[in-house]
């Protein structure tokens, strides 16, 4: 027989394993680990991944289920409206802020006159699509749901009951609640972006400004003897700063253009030699 292993704990599969879409396979008890809910579900839709999406999300939150405290209850579904958790069936407990989308329905809709007035009858449903864990849920509210009838084009249609509408609300809420945390979260990472890249043009200004200071004392004797050339001097024997700075206002004068504009480049180039010479006369 082949020795087969469980591809989530790696410990060997004596009973047969369970094997997922993609054919992997899991050990009973790993397997167990999907919620009773879920497995009718997960055993024809579930790969590896949503798996160990689901494990990892069920690790971290251990204590939902202890968190728990049913604001609404309808048929097999209960919502705790603080915490952001539904519960199908009193069983596991799942989060609303994983689920993609959900629709009301009615099912087998009878249509009575009850007291000269038409009410539909049936039962109303709601399909849950979540993300985390990965599943399709149809949740029976109730089995003898009612509402009022009203005429559209010529036909019956059948509002809501005032328990589904109010479930509604409360999930449109939630809706609107995640979409204003996502903003939030949104919101804070641009700012925290904008924050670091500021700090980085800062800390970039500063060590270009240090460099900059720097350069005279680290010039090297190449540096110094290409701003020798500049001043015309063959060595700094006998020059002190003033005779440096004589030089330099030379210089500069000479390099002003006719109409007695400065050229930049020029003055600058003076300047850096200057600065170079100073830091070699006080080395
Ligand atoms: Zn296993």
């Known amino acids: 027989m082949m020795m087969s292993k469980c591809d989530h704990c790696q410990n060997r599969i004596i009973a047969s394993p369970k094997v997922l879409t993609d054919g992997s396979r899991l050990c009973f008890k790993c397997f167990l680990r999907i919620p009773n809910s879920i497995i009718p579900f997960a055993k024809v839709n579930w790969n590896y991944h949503d798996y160990a999406n689901w494990i990892e999300y069920e690790e971290n939150h251990k204590n ?10 309808y048929g097999d579904l209960s919502i705790d409206e603080e915490h952001m958790l539904y519960k199908v069936a009193g069983r596991e407990v799942f989060p609303i802020r994983m689920i993609s989308q959900y629709e009301l329905f009615y099912k087998d809709v009878e249509i009575q006159n009850v007291m000269f007035k038409k009410k539909a009858f049936g039962r109303s449903f709601v399909i849950i699509d979540s993300l985390l864990p990965k599943c399709r849920f149809e949740v029976k509210l109730s089995d003898n749901a009612s509402a009022d009838v009203y005429m559209e084009n010529g036909t019956y249609m059948h509002g809501y009951p005032a328990k589904v509408l109010h479930l509604k609300r409360i999930l449109d809420t939630c809706f609107v609640k995640m979409e204003e945390e996502r ?9 925290k972006y904008q924050q670091k890249s500021q700090q980085k043009q ?6 270009e400004r240090s460099q900059k200071k720097e350069r005279p004392v680290n010039s090297t004797s190449d540096d110094v003897n290409k701003a020798l050339n500049l001043f015309m001097l063959s060595s700094l024997d006998g020059i002190d700063e003033q005779k440096l700075r004589h030089i330099r206002n030379g210089l500069i004068k000479a390099f002003h253009s006719d109409n007695g504009e400065l050229d930049s480049t ?10 170079i ?3 070699a006369l006080h080395a």
Request: hydrophobic share 25%; no cysteine; net charge positive.
């Open 202 to 207: 800062e800390y970039n200004k500063k060590q």
């Open 183 to 191: 903003r939030a979260k949104e919101a804070e990472y641009r700012k």
């Open 64 to 73: 939902d289920a202890s968190l728990f405290k049913s604001t609404f209850m």
């Open 277 to 279: 010479l100073k830091g």
């Open 266 to 275: 020029q003055s600058q180039r003076i300047n850096e030699a200057y600065e």
